[in-house]
C-alpha cells in the first residue's frame, strides 16, 4: 500500500508543480478566507480519482472533499485522511514550502502516512509497523529516525512559520533552547522525524488532515505526539479539529 500511495502522491504534486511553476495561478478564497488554488483542486481530484480505484473499500476524507456527515463517518473504523496541499500560504508566497499528504487512520490513529515535497522532490514515508523512511531527490531511500536527546538536553525547536505566538514561546521557554527552526507545513514533523529537530509545539486549531501523515510517519521514527494537553490524538472527530498538539523525539508531560 505504501508504494501505491507514494505513487499517487508523487502524480498529484507533479501536477501542483505544473501550477506552481507557470506564470500565473489562481486564487479563490474559501468561507474561512483562507486561500484556495487551482492547485488543491487539481491535487485532490488525482489523489481522490486514485485511491478509489485501488483501494475501493477504504473511504476518503480529504481537506478539498470533507463533506461527509459526521453520522455517516464516525463508523469508519479505516479511511485515509488526504491534505492534497497542506501549506497552501507557502505555496501561494512561492517559498516552496508546501507538501502533498496521504495518512491511513484505523480505529481512529495513524497507522501509515506520506508526505510529498513537489519543489524538492522529496519523499517522507512510513507506518508504525515498518519505521519510517526518506526518498531523497536522487532516489535513494533512508530510513529515518528521532534524535536521541532527552529532556534534559539542549533541544532544537521548530516553530510555524506562519503561525507562532505567545504560546509557543512560554512553551519553549520551559526548556533549554539551542536553536529555533521555522518551516512551513507539515515539513516542521518531518524534522523531528529524521532528527534534525527535537521539539515542536503548535498551540493553535489544525485540522486532522494537517498532522495524520506527519503523525503516522513520527511514530513510525520512534516519536511522540500528543495533544497539547498531552492526551492521545485521535481521529476523525466531530469538526475534524484539533486544539494543538506536541511533536517531541522524547515522552513530554505537562509537569515539565
Not at 476524507?61 to 463533506?67: L, N, R, T, V
Amino acid at each position: 500500500m505504501l508504494e501505491e500511495l507514494i505513487g499517487i502522491a508523487i502524480e498529484a504534486g507533479r501536477a501542483v508543480l505544473e501550477i506552481y511553476t507557470s506564470d500565473t495561478f489562481f486564487v479563490k478564497e474559501k468561507s474561512d478566507k483562507s486561500p484556495l488554488t487551482l492547485a488543491d483542486e487539481k491535487s485532490h481530484d488525482i489523489i481522490y480519482k486514485k485511491l478509489t480505484a485501488a483501494f475501493p473499500d477504504i473511504p476518503v476524507i480529504s481537506e478539498e472533499g470533507k463533506d461527509i456527515t459526521y453520522d455517516l463517518r464516525k463508523g469508519y473504523e479505516r479511511f485515509f485522511l488526504v491534505d492534497p496541499l497542506d501549506g497552501t500560504k507557502e505555496f501561494v508566497n512561492k517559498n516552496g514550502e508546501f507538501t502533498i499528504n496521504i495518512a491511513l487512520i484505523e480505529n481512529n490513529l495513524p497507522v501509515a502516512g506520506v508526505i510529498y515535497i513537489p519543489v524538492s522532490n522529496e519523499t517522507y514515508y512510513g507506518s508504525v509497523h515498518l519505521g519510517s523512511f526518506k526518498i531523497d531527490s536522487s532516489g535513494i531511500v533512508s530510513p529515518i529516525n528521532v534524535s536521541s536527546k532527552s529532556i534534559d538536553d539542549e533541544l532544537d525547536v521548530v516553530q510555524s512559520r506562519s503561525h507562532s505566538g505567545e504560546e509557543e514561546s512560554r512553551f519553549y521557554s520551559k526548556y533549554r533552547v539551542r536553536n529555533k527552526l521555522s518551516k512551513g507545513s507539515s515539513l516542521k514533523i518531518c524534522l523531528v522525524a529524521e532528527g534534525k529537530a527535537d521539539l515542536y509545539f503548535r498551540s493553535g486549531p489544525t485540522y486532522e488532515w494537517d498532522i495524520a501523515a506527519g503523525h503516522a510517519i513520527l511514530l513510525g521514527a520512534n516519536g511522540f505526539f500528543v495533544t497539547k494537553d498531552y492526551e492521545k490524538q485521535n481521529y476523525n472527530k466531530p469538526a475534524l479539529l484539533n486544539t494543538g498538539f506536541v511533536a517531541s523525539s522524547f515522552p513530554v508531560t505537562g509537569l515539565k
